[in-house]
């Protein structure tokens, strides 16, 4: 299969974005792991209305990899008796022109997002160690272990969420330069975050000078069905970024080697020991500073520990009212830098204008985010950051049809009912705190009927009873569980499971229908426990009283106790 690049300027292909006229090397075992920061400290408003909230910083780069001394040797072995084998049948053409390389990522068809990497590490110039760290630029983006290995390759980690890039196979590896395949494997475990993993998955391009190419932790069964001794051309697909062998989370380790076996290190600059020239067809600079991904959501995105995909939270539609984040990803970005921020009405009027700059002089990847709370009008919206000459926007629809995602301070109205429920909320202070919601005879349908939670809807549960001052109903109880990998699927639902209910105080939650084609009663299970609940105890509940569980698609589950077996500041227990 051969990628075709989203066309680019500059020989950047990721600069497909319109213009206006006129490393921490901090070594986590988990990619993305976010430290947050206020970015209202680093902001200055220009016009409008002030943001409800903010947060973010830098999203660390943890990533390291290793090959051992005796992957390396064993690598090597299988690369030479490929080589010789083809050498041999005449299959290795040799020239002297000089190869050149293009972008070795693109981002697959369908792929929307501005940008999609951040370059983690160069090769360290700097033979001693450890901690003593030498890039090509003079600088320190590198990396030394105390086994003794320096970095010999450059890292391109998929940015933002690389974990739920490589699961989607959004971001292919590709030929750099055009060649013969000469090794290639496949196999390996691919979520790799941790030394020690073996071999990885890898594909090794000899070029026409005899130069090579190592592009390793690749996705396991992801590789290229050409076989060795096979050409690929320049841009030709090889594999999807994956974590495979001795690494730490998703990403491209590319490796080369001169016709002489000599590391080559690809940038040139004043501090490249190895060689004079670049090798790149067309350099980018040392720090290539540049917005990849901007995003609105309903809550701020999560980074999950490695290897559990990250929960970006994201959406296009909201309801008036709604807490709305606005959410930037950038590369590279320097405290040089600021970035004009612009949010506009429908009518095209600006709502909120501000500046934004970062605090620290480099972050290789990094995220903000702005809360705003938006009454209206309804329409469309548009959120636009002015950053380094060139111009990003992101649209959202504010709509009052909007399904809610959150407990309103009302119930949601139009919900399903079922035949038979339950409802047991226990006060036994703080830790010991439980809740049980049963839903079973519900109407019939199918799994679609409660979206998907894994990957893109909400689920929330809601808790009213008659306590307000009118005698109309009030929210006594209210969780939020976002999309994520406490998720999973079956053919007939979805079940949720956080033992340590960190999320709103909420440990289970079961989702039964049928299958495709074949509906069957809903049933539904929520249970919560700990300090995390809410306390609807604090006072006897108002009768009636009613339990909802909102998916974020739009369906609704809900029944109503008008009596109850117990009511008091201990128990609330009832069913119908």
């Known amino acids: 299969m051969r990628v075709t690049q ?13 213009r206006r006229s006129g490393i921490a090397l901090a070594m986590l075992l988990a990619v993305g792991s976010a ?12 016009d409008g209305v002030a943001p409800s909230g903010s947060g973010g910083g830098e999203a660390e780069m943890g990533i390291l990899d290793e090959i051992t001394p005796a992957e390396r040797k064993a690598i090597r072995r299988q690369i030479d008796a490929n080589v010789a084998d083809l050498a041999r049948r005449g299959a290795l053409p040799r020239l002297t022109i000089p190869v050149v390389f293009g972008w070795p990522l693109a981002p697959m068809p369908g792929f929307t997002d501005y940008g999609y990497h951040a370059t983690s590490f160069f090769v360290d110039h700097d033979p001693a160690h450890p901690d003593q760290l030498l890039d090509y630029d003079c600088g320190t983006r590198t990396y030394d272990l105390r086994s003794g290995y320096n970095h010999s390759g450059v890292d391109f980690v998929p940015w933002p969420f690389g974990w739920k890039k490589m699961r989607g196979d959004q971001i292919a590896v590709v030929a750099a330069a055009p060649g013969i395949i000469t090794a290639r494997f496949d196999g390996a475990f691919d979520r790799s975050c941790r030394f020690g993993g073996g071999l990885w998955n890898a594909v090794y391009v000899q070029h026409a000078d005899g130069s090579q190419a190592w592009y390793g932790h690749l996705k396991r069964g992801s590789l290229t069905t050409k076989s060795v001794g096979e050409s690929v051309a320049r841009g030709e697909y090889l594999g999807i970024i994956g974590s495979s062998g001795s690494s730490l989370g998703p990403h491209l380790h590319l490796e080369i080697y001169d016709a ?15 060689n004079g020239a670049s090798w790149w067809l067309e350099q980018l600079p040392y720090y290539d500073s540049a917005i990849n991904h901007l995003a609105t959501g309903f809550a701020p995105p999560s980074f999950n520990p490695c290897p559990d995909p990250e929960s970006p939270n994201e959406a ?35 709502y909120s204008s501000w500046l934004h700059a970062s605090s620290a002089s480099h972050y290789p990847a990094s995220f903000w985010y702005w809360m705003y709370v938006l009454p209206g009008p309804t329409g469309n919206w548009r959120y636009e950051i002015e950053f380094e000459g060139e111009t990003y926007t992101r649209e959202f629809l504010l709509d009052d049809a909007v399904p809610p995602r959150t407990c309103g301070s009302t119930p949601a109205t139009g919900c399903e009912a079922p035949r038979k429920s339950k409802l047991i909320v226990k006060d036994k202070e703080g830790s010991r705190d439980n809740l049980t919601w049963s839903f079973l005879k519900g109407a019939p349908a199918e799994r679609s009927a409660f979206g998907d939670p894994p ?4 689920a929330a549960f809601c808790v009213y009873d008659s306590s307000a001052s009118d005698g109309s109903e009030a929210l006594a109880l209210d969780a939020l569980l976002t999309p994520g990998p406490d998720w999973s699927s079956s053919g007939t639902g979805f079940k949720y499971r956080d033992p340590s209910a960190a999320h709103d105080g909420i440990k289970l939650v079961k989702l039964k229908a049928g299958k495709a084609g074949s509906p069957k009663p809903v049933k539904v299970l929520v249970k919560g426990k700990g300090a995390g609940l809410d306390d609807p105890l604090a006072r006897e509940l108002a009768l009636p009283v009613r339990a909802q ?5 739009g369906s609704c589950f809900e029944d109503v106790y008008d009596g109850a077996a117990r009511n008091d500041t201990a128990l609330f227990k009832a069913s119908r």
Do not use: K
Not at 6 to 15: C, T
Not at 35 to 46: D, H, S
Not at 260 to 274: K, T, V
Not at 455 to 458: A, C, E, F, G, V
């Open 260 to 274: 002489a076996s000599n590391l080559i290190d690809p940038y040139s600059g004043p501090c490249n020991s190895l």
């Open 549 to 553: 569980l909102m998916m974020g698609n």
């Open 316 to 350: 296009d539609s909201f309801n008036p009212d709604d807490p709305i984040y606005l959410v930037s990803y950038y590369r590279d970005q320097l405290s040089s830098q600021t970035a004009r921020h612009t949010l506009y009405r429908p009518d095209g009027s600006t």
């Open 455 to 458: 990957s893109t809807d909400t």
């Open 6 to 18: 989203r066309a680019f300027r500059g020989g950047h292909p990721e600069r497909a974005v319109s």
């Open 35 to 46: 430290t947050a920061l206020p970015a209202q400290a680093q902001m200055r408003l220009l």
